[in-house]
């Protein structure tokens, strides 16, 4: 079993940045695929960012390329999402996700096991 605990959330001002931190207890995370996932008020759950196992590969939704930093240490535990350029629609709760077997990207919510509770990024105009 994998706990995760998304951090670093918050009030920030459009164009600025954040990062937020999700910590994992129980198991190693150097096994799992890592994911970013993000839900608006009133929409469904949307993908943000994905790293496998290594770190080797990433990959982003179109709306965040550019401006989004998914990254992982495997002695930390922890998964990392460096958000900068932040924009209005950028706003919503964000969950950090582990998928088991991590040798590939995932985008698809359906194909992780564990999540977190989320941290809330709102961005004002």
């Known amino acids: 079993q994998v706990q995760l605990v998304e951090s670093g959330g918050g009030l920030v001002h459009g164009g600025g940045s954040l990062r937020l931190s999700c910590a994992a207890s129980?198991?190693?995370?150097?096994?799992?695929?890592m994911g970013w996932f993000r839900q608006a008020p009133g929409k469904e759950r949307e993908f943000v960012a994905t790293i496998t196992y290594s770190g080797s590969s990433t990959y982003y939704a179109d709306s965040v390329k550019g401006r989004f930093t998914i990254s992982r240490d495997n002695v930390q535990n922890t998964v990392y999402l460096q958000m900068s350029s932040l924009k209005p629609e950028d706003t919503a709760v964000y969950y950090c996700a582990a998928k088991n077997y991590g040798l590939r990207i995932a985008v698809r919510a359906i194909e992780y096991d564990y999540w977190g509770q989320g941290t809330q990024v709102t961005v004002s105009s």
């Open positions: 129980g198991r190693t995370l150097s096994s799992y695929t």
